[in-house]
């Protein structure tokens, strides 16, 4: 059974640094698509950045410049390096992963941005 798993989550101050990993278990593939979704309290999911099997990567606008996405297949194991921290990226954040038009999902890590 495939499972995801987030960590490095936690509370920071604004302008601060976190690094989000997640690890995929259970898996004898490498996926196609990995990524980190957020929802903020009384929000809709959204996707914050992707990243594909050969390393393209999109982000949404209001992380550009700030955050950076990357994985490592042989581990399958995904990044979100998140700098310049603001309190509107607090956020529960979930890793998303893609095989085929299976799709998977960790259970999330809360990142909290104090002003």
């Known amino acids: 059974q495939v499972r995801l798993a987030e960590s490095g989550g936690g509370l920071v101050q604004a302008g601060g640094s976190l690094r989000l990993s997640c690890v995929a278990t259970?898996?004898?593939?490498?996926?196609?698509?990995m990524g980190w979704y957020r929802q903020a309290p009384g929000k809709q999911r959204e996707l914050v950045a992707a990243?594909?099997?050969?390393?393209?990567?999109n982000y949404v606008d209001s992380v550009k410049g700030r955050f950076t996405i990357s994985r490592d297949n042989a581990k399958n194991t995904v990044y979100l390096q998140m700098n310049s921290l603001k309190p509107e990226d607090t956020a529960v954040y979930y890793c998303?992963?893609?095989?085929?038009?299976?799709?998977?999902w960790g259970k999330g890590t809360l990142v909290t941005v104090s002003s």
């Open positions: 990243i594909t099997t050969g390393g393209s990567t």
């Open positions: 259970g898996s004898t593939f490498t996926f196609d698509d």
């Open positions: 998303n992963a893609r095989f085929g038009v299976m799709y998977y």
